[in-house]
């Protein structure tokens, strides 16, 4: 069963990871700061890393949207989400 999960705790410059060995689709970053953020979305791989989204830049009060309805399995990778701010960044994506 489908469930929406919520990450709203950021430290700058370190990788948060989403639900591990699950399925992950409906990623959205929202910017909530008064200035433009930047965000990543890495996919960690057992041969190495593949971004899914590298630095983009969200402007204020935007949203930034990966994996429309698009499933990626996670069993042997993690998927995380890394950017530049502490607070203002609100990442809700969908858990399989």
Not at 6 to 21: I, K, R
Not at 83 to 91: D, K
């Amino acid at each position: 069963m489908a469930k929406t999960k919520v990450l709203n705790t950021f430290t700058a410059g370190v990788a948060q990871f989403l639900d591990q060995n699950a399925g992950i689709s409906n990623i959205i970053i929202s910017n909530i700061t008064t200035g433009s953020v930047t965000a990543s979305v890495r996919v960690r791989l057992p041969n190495g890393d593949a971004y899914l989204i590298k630095d983009a830049v969200i402007a204020t009060g935007t949203n930034l949207l990966a994996l429309d309805n698009q499933l990626l399995q996670t069993a042997s990778s993690k998927i995380t989400v890394e950017t530049n701010t502490t607070a203002g960044i609100e990442v809700v994506y969908t858990a399989l």
